[in-house]
């Protein structure tokens, strides 16, 4: 059994870097960025200031740079701040969020299983 849970941690974590770099990719991968957004909510902000802006968000340096920054971070759940609204910590608004998904979450299941005990004693039977 002992074996069978290493062998398992050790997949575990090739698997966990795989599906960081396929988020980190598809997260570059979308059009624009937030120097594009800023720009687009300020159209008179001058070069100068999205190359701070870039500079500000480690833009200005390698993939794998970014991609370690980014990892770190992660690693912490400083998931930064949000470009588009208030420019409060993206951590806070998940928070702030979060009972009303559990809810959700919960009686959704109370409905699944309401429905899915009655349909499988039946099909037993």
């Avoid at 002992?2 to 698997?15: E, N, S, T, V």
């Avoid at 993939?63 to 409060?88: C, E, M, N, P």
């Avoid at 009686?107 to 429905?115: D, G």
Wanted: net charge positive.
């Amino acid at each position: 059994m002992l074996q069978y849970i290493a062998k398992r941690l050790l997949f575990m974590a090739p698997l966990l870097v795989g599906i960081t770099i396929i988020c980190f990719a598809v997260m570059h991968l979308a059009p624009g960025s937030p120097t594009d957004l800023q720009t687009q909510m300020n159209p008179r902000a001058s070069a100068e200031a999205q190359e701070r802006l870039r500079a500000m968000y480690d833009l200005d340096k390698p993939l794998y740079h970014q991609y370690w920054i980014w990892v770190k971070k992660l690693a912490v759940l400083d998931l930064g701040q949000s470009f588009s609204t208030d420019h409060r910590p993206v951590a806070d608004k998940i928070l702030e969020r979060l009972p009303i998904t559990i809810l959700l979450n919960v009686l959704s299941l109370i409905l699944i299983l309401a429905i899915a005990i009655p349909i499988g004693v039946l099909s037993a039977v």
